[in-house]
């Protein structure tokens, strides 16, 4: 399969812990972008990182990408309760406009 | 800014019956697309539509016919539902092909077919 599988299925934590998501994958990528979704509502984009680089922040958010051991993690630091949420990560491959979804990790920040 | 909006947000069928979803953006996007999320899993494309004028097939698209009205509607249409269809629909859109890809949703349409 081509999709993302993301690690842990399931997270809990405390408020104010910091919260990794990792997300690996198989085929080769154009980008790899970290999508949230709150129970019940669409999908939100959060962070796009390209092929060629390594790293990326946005406010409390941290992404990395190893190509050569195709992975990627999501760090969200000093977590809120209103992070609790599902996060998807979601593979470009070359030009194809069929984005793939991995199964997700449900996050839990407990107040 | 209204972005994607989806009609209608719920909707119960029996089997055999027919079904459009309806879909508008107004972020004057390229493409658009229709995912389809069982519980516990990720979205999988049914269809989509690089440009108007045009659309392809995803992942999954046994049962669903879609129509790119326009360049701001796509509608998703299931000419006979059937139970495995029960899901929660979702619409997207992104600028095309040139940018990031970065895709906008709307609220998701919940079909339960019995």
């Known amino acids: 399969s081509q999709q993302g599988e993301e690690d842990p299925q399931a997270l809990s934590i405390q408020e104010g812990e910091n919260a990794t998501m990792n997300c690996s994958y198989k085929t080769s990528i154009n980008n790899l972008q970290w999508y949230r979704q709150n129970s019940g509502r669409g999908l939100v984009h959060l962070i796009l990182i390209r092929s060629n680089e390594r790293e990326k922040h946005s406010g409390r958010l941290r992404v990395t990408l190893d190509t050569s051991k195709k992975s990627s993690s999501l760090l969200i630091t000093a977590s809120r309760a209103a992070d609790t949420a599902s996060y998807f990560c979601v593979l470009r491959a070359g030009s194809s406009y069929k984005l793939i979804f991995g199964s997700g990790t449900r996050l839990l920040v407990r107040p | 800014n209204a972005g994607v909006t989806q009609t209608p947000k719920f909707q119960v069928l029996k089997t055999g019956q027919s079904m459009t979803l309806q879909c508008a953006q107004d972020m004057n996007h390229n493409s658009m697309y229709w995912y389809r999320q069982d519980p516990g899993m990720g979205l999988r494309l049914i269809y989509y539509s690089a440009s108007e004028g045009t659309t392809d097939k995803g992942e999954v698209p046994n049962g669903y016919n879609v129509s790119r009205l326009n360049k701001r509607e796509f509608s998703l249409r299931l000419e006979s539902a059937a139970p495995s269809q029960t899901s929660v629909y979702f619409c997207?859109?992104?600028?095309?092909?040139?940018?990031?890809?970065?895709?906008?949703f709307g609220e998701g349409s919940r079909l339960t077919v019995l």
């Open positions: 997207a859109s992104s600028l095309g092909a040139s940018n990031t890809g970065e895709l906008f």
